[in-house]
C-alpha cells in the first residue's frame, strides 16, 4: 500500500513563493509517475507538473510554466512543487498523486494513489 503525504502549504501575498511537498511511503512500481494536481472551488481537478521517474521528464500546465518547479529525491522518496511568483488565480488545495510509468502525468483518472492535499491561499 502506497501512502502520499503533502505538507508546506499556506497563505502568501502575491508574488510570494511556497514550496510544497510529498512524501511516499510503500513500494512503488519499478518506474512510476508522479504528478501535483490542485482543485479550487467549483473547478474541476487540474494537472499542474508531472515528473517521470523513469526517464526524467518533467511537464507543466502552461499556467505555471516558468514559476512552478517540480522535482524529485529518490533518497528521501518526496515529491516537491517549488512555487514562485504566486498569484490569487493559484489558490487552490493541492494533491501529489502516483501512478505508472503510463500514467499521463495531468489526467486524474490514470493515477492510483492520491495524498490527502495541502491548501494554498494567494491574497491580492
Known amino acids: 500500500q502506497v501512502q502520499l503525504v503533502e505538507s508546506g502549504g499556506g497563505s502568501v501575498q502575491a508574488g510570494g513563493s511556497l514550496r510544497l511537498s510529498c512524501v511516499a511511503s510503500g513500494y512503488l512500481y519499478p518506474s512510476y509517475c508522479m504528478s501535483w494536481f490542485r482543485q479550487a472551488p467549483g473547478k474541476e481537478r487540474e494537472g499542474v507538473a508531472g515528473?517521470?521517474?523513469?526517464?526524467?521528464?518533467?511537464y507543466y500546465a502552461d499556467s505555471v510554466k516558468g514559476r512552478f518547479s517540480i522535482s524529485l529525491d529518490n533518497a528521501k522518496n518526496t515529491l516537491y512543487l517549488q512555487m514562485d511568483s504566486l498569484k490569487p488565480e493559484d489558490t487552490a488545495m493541492y494533491y501529489c498523486?502516483?501512478?505508472?510509468?503510463?500514467?499521463?502525468?495531468?489526467?486524474?483518472?490514470?493515477?492510483?494513489?492520491w495524498g490527502q492535499g495541502t491548501q494554498v491561499t494567494v491574497s491580492p
Open positions: 515528473v517521470y521517474t523513469g526517464h526524467g521528464s518533467t
Open positions: 498523486a502516483a501512478g505508472g510509468s503510463g500514467s499521463r502525468w495531468a489526467v486524474v483518472s490514470d493515477f492510483t494513489y
